[in-house]
């Protein structure tokens, strides 16, 4: 059964901090990994990696993959009050539907 | 273009009714897929349906069901309501084929049910 881990769960930082959320996996025939961020309602998409070591990178927000130990970590820096949310990171393997993990929780305080 | 429509967003039900939830796919999507959040639980698979037919299912029992419709809106219905289906009902399309399937889904803002 296809699984997703993250951690941690919930994390209480200070504004301008930086932040590593991490994500590992076990799946058959993955394809990729997917980051979101979930503020209210709608998860919002922020990153797809398919590929292990190529650096995906969007303002402060950056992710990377590790195809051969299995993870993805989502970097955040500088971080700000409008950073706060839960995120959320999937995988998927093909024809299996986006499998979730339970995401972390991030909250920035300023 | 238009995101992902998904009505209600909130609603109120006592156990033992049934309730149904409609969603609105992306124009030009072919698949929708329905996931259930609750705090403990994180996002948890429901189905999905891909051109008028159910292509995948989650581990949830026979009382949730869904249907697609032939303009790729779908429903989803929950009956014999229990307070622990109490929960945010999310909707998310993709174009679902798969050449193109990468597997970024595009969500909806979500139902938000309560079972008393």
């Known amino acids: 059964e296809d699984k997703v881990v993250q951690s941690p769960l919930s994390l209480v930082v200070h504004e301008g901090d930086t932040v590593t959320l991490n994500c590992s996996y076990e799946?058959?025939?993955?394809?990729?990994l997917l980051w979101y961020k979930q503020e209210k309602k709608a998860p919002t998409f922020l990153f797809m990696l398919?590929?292990?070591?190529i650096e995906k990178k969007s303002g402060r927000l950056s992710s990377i993959l590790d195809k051969k130990e299995l993870f993805s970590i989502l970097n955040i820096t500088a971080t700000q009050t409008g950073d706060s949310a839960v995120y959320l990171c999937?995988?998927?393997?093909?024809?299996?539907?986006?499998?979730f993990g339970k995401g972390t929780r991030l909250s920035v305080i300023a | 273009k238009a995101g992902v429509t998904q009505t209600p967003r909130y609603l109120i039900k006592t156990r033992g009714q049934q309730v149904t939830l409609s969603c609105s796919p992306i124009?030009?999507?072919?698949?929708v897929s329905w996931y259930q959040q609750t705090p403990g639980q994180g996002l948890q698979f429901l189905f999905e349906y891909f051109s008028e037919t159910q292509r995948n299912k989650g581990n949830f029992p026979g009382r949730f069901s869904g249907r697609q419709f032939s303009n790729s809106r779908s429903e989803m219905n929950v009956s014999t309501l229990e307070l622990g289906d109490s929960a945010l009902y999310l909707c998310?399309?993709?174009?679902?084929?798969?050449?193109?399937?990468?597997?970024?889904?595009?969500f909806g803002e979500g139902s938000r049910l309560t079972v008393l």
């Open positions: 124009s030009g999507h072919r698949s």
């Open positions: 398919t590929s292990s070591g």
């Open positions: 999937a995988v998927y393997s093909g024809n299996t539907p986006l499998v």
């Open positions: 998310a399309s993709s174009h679902g084929g798969s050449l193109v399937n990468t597997g970024e889904l595009f």
């Open positions: 799946v058959t025939n993955f394809r990729s």
